[in-house]
């Protein structure tokens, strides 16, 4: 994508209350637009125990013919009926409702039970639609592919919650600036994330060496209080692939208008182009986990694509 100049940069702050008026004219769309400030701490959950989904096999991904043999039982409707059955064996059970090592939120059980929800990948999932491949806009870097037809409707994949980024609740008013003042965002990283794979701080809101990008490029809102954040070093399961989805027209965000083009003129371009390009959209499913699905019928082969949204990219375009 072209980077903007400085007055574009400048204009754009202006234009965010227009960005948030075509927010809602088009379905989209939990992706953080703005970078937060460094969190105090990072903690991790205590080991709980999700059980196998009964009856289904998780199958490692492959291009074979035997690829999507037991994906037909997951729908949207099946998954939210998983995700309400584990929360409330979750919550009988007592398993995952206390704090881990190093942290002090005091959470109510059910809060912790939706934390371990939000950072599962849920054992057992069968659902093997997707491939990884060399993504069809140039620079993109890999993709996420449909390895069979999927109906309009279908879960595509899951959007997978390596970590999380939790904002504590503001204090009381007490007559400062909440922008200013509020409390730092915490990375609370998942149990099935080894240390070793766990990025520092630093890496996670300013870039590691090996990507060049900030862990936070890979965050999807779910509410007000949490993000999650996926790890693109974790590429091995097809439940859990949304994170490799491009934006169709992200390339376009700036200059699609033609040459000496105001931003205005970038952001409804843009919109035009990613609305026709999109096949798929990220949503939140019992707000606890997030789900990838089709927003049309998706040929075998065909890229997937979503709809990060103009905010996303006017935080970008310098990056």
């Not at 400048?10 to 460094?38: D, E, Y």
């Not at 704090?99 to 849920?122: C, F, K, Q």
């Not at 409804?268 to 609305?275: F, G």
């Not at 990838?292 to 979503?306: H, L, N, Q």
Request: hydrophobic share 35%; with cysteine; glycine share 10%.
């Amino acid at each position: 994508m072209a980077r903007i100049s400085d007055h574009q940069a400048a204009a754009a702050v202006t234009l965010r209350a227009c960005v948030r008026l075509l927010l809602l004219i088009f379905p989209v769309l939990g992706f953080r637009s703005v970078f937060p400030q460094h969190p105090a701490r990072a903690i991790s959950l205590r080991e709980g125990r999700l059980r196998p989904l009964s009856g289904s096999a998780h199958t490692d991904r492959t291009d074979g013919p035997d690829a999507c043999t037991a994906t037909e039982n997951i729908t949207l409707q099946s998954l939210r009926d998983t995700l309400c059955r584990m929360r409330a064996d979750l919550l009988r059970t007592g398993a995952r409702t206390t704090s881990g090592e190093g942290d002090d939120r005091n959470l109510s059980p059910d809060e912790y039970t939706r934390e371990a929800l939000m950072t599962a990948r849920i054992p057992g999932l069968a659902l093997s639609r997707t491939r990884l491949g060399p993504s069809t806009i140039p620079g993109a870097g890999r993709g996420l592919f449909a390895s069979r037809d999927i109906a309009g409707g279908d879960v595509v994949t899951c959007y997978p919650g390596d970590a999380l980024l939790y904002a504590p609740p503001a204090p009381p008013d007490d007559g400062h600036d909440e922008e200013e003042d509020g409390p730092d965002e915490i990375v609370v990283w998942a149990e099935h994330v080894h240390a070793p794979d766990r990025w520092d701080d630093d890496e996670v809101f300013d870039g590691n060496a090996e990507t060049g990008r900030p862990l936070t490029d890979y965050a999807f809102e779910i509410c007000g209080s949490y993000s999650v954040l996926a790890l693109p070093a974790l590429d091995a399961d097809p439940a859990y692939s949304g994170h490799f989805s491009n934006d169709g027209a992200g390339h376009h965000a700036y200059d699609a208008g033609g040459a000496g083009a105001g931003v205005e003129e970038g952001i409804a371009a843009y919109v035009r182009e990613s609305l026709g390009l999109s096949n798929a959209v990220h949503m939140p499913v019992e707000d606890c986990h997030v789900a990838t699905v089709a927003t049309r019928d998706i040929v075998a082969g065909e890229e997937i694509f979503v709809t990060y949204g103009p905010d996303y990219w006017l935080d970008h375009g310098n990056h």
